[in-house]
């Protein structure tokens, strides 16, 4: 017998604990610092308890069960509901400082966006035909798909009626700024959610997020806010934080809390990282690694455990396991491009996902005019796995970390078969810390 392979084991942030996590056998527990040490130093006695949870095996029996949930994980995934956006337009009235599309070339004239009528039409008769047993929803996604002109909004009138004749939800990404204005028009579809971009309360969020040539977006956006949760749509918050603003994340959450946001069912946020995928960012200086915006958001709930009403930090797994009592599935997969994520743009071109939607050299094929897969590059992504990836297959996090996005490894070493790591356990040693204390703040 011996130590699982599996075994995440960190010491707990600001505490003379450990935490003990084996995402195969689904066993989590805080061990003391004699008990933590001891296993450190790779001692375990074949103890009995240790055993029963999957924490000391027998290496070929635990292999079985790899492979046992690698196949459930495969089969759940097969029958998962599948997110198809839909990017009718680049465009876009924001300049924000750190926009990483503001360098997509416009389709050229005469293209296929000269026929977006016929363009949306073929995106529907593909969804119809190549996902039809599929759980699904649409979701529209720009440059700013809420756009004032003629062609915006019959672009999304078109994607209002088209799911909701095939009783399918539509989800819109949006900055918000006239989303106020597209409400009577979004309440005739079965609306997922509308995500929303606020990077700070007014100072912070207008010195990120202006209007081209400049001016403040706050205003109509925290209205746009304010009349979706009136009009019954569910918001989704997100905030794209850097060293820039973080200081500032938590005026926006008493802003929000203020403002009666978190109350309502209705409303959740999400955060976002400001990350070297794209060519903008220049002043890397600015950027933040995730695990140095997880310290940060940790030494900001715990100055202010308030903060938690407007957003609970997921800290890898551990905001699960100690909400749910329970570990989540273990993942051997974290990225969802051409599994359950495809991108679908004006041009007639196939994406993996939103991350590479629109990029020079990352479509995958066509659904207008005509239809072209490129299946080569679709069964790479699809291949893409823990268990494909040569240097997550020996790795002791993978269960927990999934091998990251696909996007940002080809961006650093020029293939999606890489590795793109999560600092897992010092993420768990943070959120232990925070939600696994005797006085974790509710
Ligand atoms: S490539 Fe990255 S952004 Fe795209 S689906 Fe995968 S994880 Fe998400
Ligand atoms: S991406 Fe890195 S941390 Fe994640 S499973 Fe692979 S090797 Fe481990």
């Known amino acids: 017998m011996e130590l699982s392979r599996h075994n995440i084991l960190t010491k707990i942030h600001e505490r003379d604990e450990y935490l003990l996590v084996n995402l195969l056998s689904r066993e989590a527990d805080v061990l003391s610092a004699a008990e933590g040490a001891r296993l450190v130093g790779g001692e375990h006695r074949d103890d009995a308890e240790l055993v029963r949870k999957g924490y000391v095996v027998d290496p070929q029996e635990e292999a079985r069960r790899y492979r046992a949930a690698y196949l459930d994980f495969v089969d759940a995934r097969d029958k998962d509901e599948i997110q198809l956006f839909y990017v009718p337009s680049y465009a876009c009235n924001f300049g924000c400082s750190y926009c990483y599309q503001d360098e997509y070339a416009a389709p050229p004239a005469g293209g296929p966006a000269a026929a977006p009528d016929a363009v949306l039409a073929a995106f529907f008769a593909y969804v119809d035909d190549v996902f039809a047993e599929r ?5 529209v996604f720009g440059g700013e798909p809420l756009l004032p002109s003629a062609a915006a909004r019959r672009a999304v009138e078109g994607l209002v009626e088209g799911t909701a004749r095939r009783g399918l939800d539509l989800a819109v990404v949006t900055n918000g700024y006239h989303l106020a204005e597209y409400l009577p028009l979004l ?5 997922r959610e509308v995500q929303i971009t606020l990077d700070g ?28 949760l009136a009009a019954g749509l569910p918001v989704n918050l997100r905030s794209v934080l850097d060293r820039d603003n973080v200081e500032g994340f938590r005026e926006l959450a008493h802003f929000a809390i203020d403002r009666g946001w978190t109350k309502s069912p209705l409303f959740k946020t999400q955060i976002g990282r400001n990350y070297e995928l794209h060519h903008c960012q220049g002043e890397q200086a600015r950027l933040y690694s995730r695990l140095e915006l997880y310290q940060d958001l940790y030494a900001l709930v715990k100055a202010d455990p308030a903060l938690l009403a407007f957003h609970r930090p997921a800290f890898s797994v551990a905001r699960f396991l100690f909400a749910e009592g329970e570990l989540p599935d273990p993942l051997f997969d974290a990225c969802p491009a051409c599994r359950t994520e495809w991108a679908f743009d004006a041009s007639g071109r196939i994406y993996p996902c939103t991350a590479n939607v629109g990029k020079p050299g990352e479509s995958v094929g066509t659904f207008y005019p005509e239809r072209t897969l490129d299946e080569t590059a679709v069964a790479a992504w699809q291949e893409r796995d823990v268990a494909g990836i040569a240097t997550c297959r020996d790795c002791a996090l993978a269960l927990a970390c999934g091998g990251g996005c696909g996007a940002v490894a080809k961006n650093r070493v020029g293939t999606i078969d890489a590795p793109d790591c999560r600092p897992v356990r010092e993420l768990l040693a943070l959120g232990a810390g925070l939600y696994g204390a005797p006085d974790a703040p509710g």
Do not use: E, M, N
């Open 187 to 191: 309440g005739r579809a079965r609306i």
């Open 201 to 228: 309360t007014a100072k912070v969020h207008d010195a990120r997020r202006y209007l081209k040539g400049g001016g403040s977006t706050f205003g109509p956006i925290v209205a746009g806010v304010d009349a979706c």
């Open 135 to 139: 759980r699904k929803y649409v979701t």
